[in-house]
């Protein structure tokens, strides 16, 4: 089974800076890409930025030019670096990965617990 555990998030004020980090652990074959969502409170999870095993990532508007992902595909581990935080980014981030359990079956997906983070004005 795989587990995705995030971590880094807590509150900052307006400017201030988190890194979110995500550790995927259990019976994963292969790991095709990793992203960062987030969902605010009664809203449906938006991507925030994503990264294939390649290394190619893609980041939604709202965080081009303040978030960087990065990943360390030896370790399975995803992270968010985030920058020039504003109170808008308030939310709870999730970790999400898609990747393969076994060689012979397609990618499945994967969602972390979730982790709050909290910007103030």
């Known amino acids: 089974q795989v587990r995705l555990v995030e971590s880094g998030g807590g509150l900052v004020q307006a400017g201030g800076s988190l890194r979110l980090s995500c550790a995927a652990s259990?019976?994963?074959?292969?790991?095709?890409?990793m992203a960062w969502y987030r969902q605010y409170p009664g809203g449906q999870r938006e991507l925030v930025a994503s990264?294939?095993?390649?290394?190619?990532?893609n980041y939604a508007d709202s965080a081009k030019g303040r978030f960087t992902i990065s990943r360390d595909n030896a370790k399975n581990t995803v992270s968010l670096q985030m920058n020039s935080l504003k109170p808008e980014d308030t939310a709870v981030y999730y970790c999400?990965?898609?990747?393969?359990?076994?060689?012979?079956?397609?990618?499945?997906?994967?969602w972390g617990q979730g982790t709050q983070v909290t910007v103030s004005s």
């Open positions: 999400w990965l898609a990747g393969r359990i076994g060689i012979m079956m397609g990618d499945s997906v994967y």
């Open positions: 259990g019976s994963i074959f292969s790991i095709s890409a």
């Open positions: 990264i294939t095993s390649g290394g190619s990532a």
